[in-house]
């Protein structure tokens, strides 16, 4: 498997933006470990081969077990998510999946049961960005199983 565009190939600054965004998400006070979780699912749902391989090791590296991480896409069906991260999920679903008028008022009564505003705003920004990182590694076709902490 090759890629479609490497690295090099970026125009200067392409990423900036993302990366700042980003930046902002990791330095946000979520926990680090339930974005994982998020950014797996969303990943699963775009079938992003590299962003599994990456957040699967992330995950990892922030305390998530292998058993949490390969079975967060059967989520629904395990006893061993919280409810907080339950919330999370459904609607990290719901937002990639949404339609206009799929995304209804119970998804936010749930979040709010353990998340603030200001916490659901930053989630809603995380999982619109994992969105566009799935889109843009799938465009450029990244390879997976390459992917280190720290890289």
């Known amino acids: 498997m090759k890629e479609r565009i490497t690295f ?3 125009p200067a600054g392409l990423l900036d933006g ?3 965004t980003q930046d902002y998400i990791d330095n946000s006070g979520l926990d680090h ?3 994982e979780l998020v950014y797996m699912r969303v990943s699963q749902i775009n079938s992003c081969a590299y962003c599994i391989d990456m957040h699967y090791k992330k995950g990892l590296h922030y305390g998530e077990t292998p058993l949490r991480l390969i079975s967060v896409s059967a989520w629904r069906e395990t006893p061993y998510y919280t409810e907080k991260e339950q919330a999370a999920l459904a609607f990290a679903e719901r937002l990639t999946h949404m339609l206009p008028e799929e995304h209804s008022h119970d998804i936010h009564l749930a979040l709010e049961k353990h ?3 200001q916490e659901i705003s930053v989630l809603s920004l ?3 960005q994992i969105n ?3 889109r843009l590694m799938r465009s450029f076709g990244a390879v997976p199983g390459n992917f280190e902490i720290g890289t």
Do not use: C, E
């Open 132 to 134: 566009s990182w799935n």
């Open 8 to 10: 090099q190939d970026y």
């Open 33 to 35: 470990g339930l974005l």
């Open 126 to 128: 995380a999982v619109a």
């Open 115 to 117: 998340f603030t505003k």
């Open 18 to 20: 993302m990366r700042k």
